[in-house]
Nanobody, 122 residues
Framework: QVQLVEPGGGLAQPGGSLRLSCAAP????????MSWARQAPGKGPEWVSG????????YYADSVKGRFTISRDNAKNTLYLQMNSLKPEDTALYYC???????????????WGQGTQVTVSS
């Protein structure tokens, strides 16, 4: 059974860092592109970053480019998001998501994590 489990999240000060993880048992993790998305209070969902199944290429929203780094460890079936130089506007519920089909990122998702809260505040 596919599961996307996101422990962590937390509180950081502006300019600080946090690292999110997403454990992904129950499917052939190494065959699927993965993404992170977020939803801030009162706003719609926003795609944040995506990564190829083998980690060979990554993509970022302009709002996080240069500050966030997506990565994956296919041996551990785990997706990561390193967030640096955090801003108050990064405060949101963050979700990992599995691409629906095998291959390059299609940005169509069939499974989502439960979400983890990130709060950036002084």
């Amino acid at each position: 059974q596919v599961q996307l489990v996101e422990p962590g999240g937390g509180l950081a000060q502006p300019g600080g860092s946090l690292r999110l993880s997403c454990a992904a048992p129950g499917f052939t993790f190494s065959s699927y592109a993965m993404s992170w998305a977020r939803q801030a209070p009162g706003k719609g969902p926003e795609w944040v970053s995506g990564i190829y199944s083998d980690g060979s290429d990554t993509y970022y929203a302009d709002s996080v480019k240069g500050r966030f780094t997506i990565s994956r460890d296919n041996a551990k079936n785990t997706l990561y998001l390193q967030m640096n130089s955090l801003k108050p506007e990064d405060t949101a519920l963050y979700y990992c998501a599995k691409d629906r089909v095998v291959g390059p990122p299609a940005y169509e998702y069939d499974y989502w994590g439960q979400g983890t809260q990130v709060t950036v505040s002084s």
